[in-house]
């Protein structure tokens, strides 16, 4: 019955020009007989709960301007791969691991949900590589810097007031 459903399918694709087209356009991964597409169609009759979104686009701020702001208002910013709870790679864990050394509350932003937010972080910076961390609205680097810096004290001290606050709001 499967060998026969899959059959028919691959000749449904290839008498049908557009259904052979979205069968191109999505990933495809064939375990068995049974297929399982891995995208989201972006045809317009997909329904708007399906279409991918940006979280930071929503706000009506420029790109430049969030950036801004976030490192304005956030005494510790970092700009990562993935959120603190769960950092998506080594360099993003590793500076998440040592700001949290200082109990200091930690502002993020997940680089990977929307490429232009990681342009623009890229030029507010003029830095290529990530994560970044800014404290106190300055530009720090990355975890090489920021674990350096610990090692020395320097980032002690950097934090000293940030902790200090944070010990008064509690």
Not at 68 to 80: A, G, L, R, S
Not at 82 to 98: I, K, T
Not at 107 to 128: G, Q, T
């Amino acid at each position: 019955m499967a060998r026969s459903l899959s059959q028919m399918l691959l000749k449904r694709f290839a008498a049908n020009p557009l259904a052979r087209s979205s069968a191109i356009t999505s990933r495809s991964i064939n375990q068995g007989e049974v297929w399982f597409s891995t995208t989201v169609p972006s045809d317009p009759d997909t329904h708007e709960d399906f279409r991918p979104t940006s979280k930071v686009e929503s706000s009506g701020l420029s790109l430049e301007n969030i950036v801004e702001q976030d490192v304005k208002e956030n005494p510790v910013m970092i700009y990562m791969k993935g959120v603190p709870e769960l950092p998506r790679c080594g360099f993003s864990s590793l500076a998440v691991r040592v700001l949290k050394e200082y109990s200091v509350p930690i502002s993020a932003r997940n680089i990977l949900e929307d490429p232009e937010l990681k342009n623009a972080v890229k030029a507010f910076s003029h830095w290529p590589t990530f994560p970044q961390i800014f404290i106190n609205g300055e530009f720090i680097g990355g975890s090489d810097i920021i674990l350096n810096m610990h090692q020395s004290g320097e980032l002690k001290e950097k934090l000293k007031t940030i902790a200090a606050n944070q010990g008064k709001a509690e």
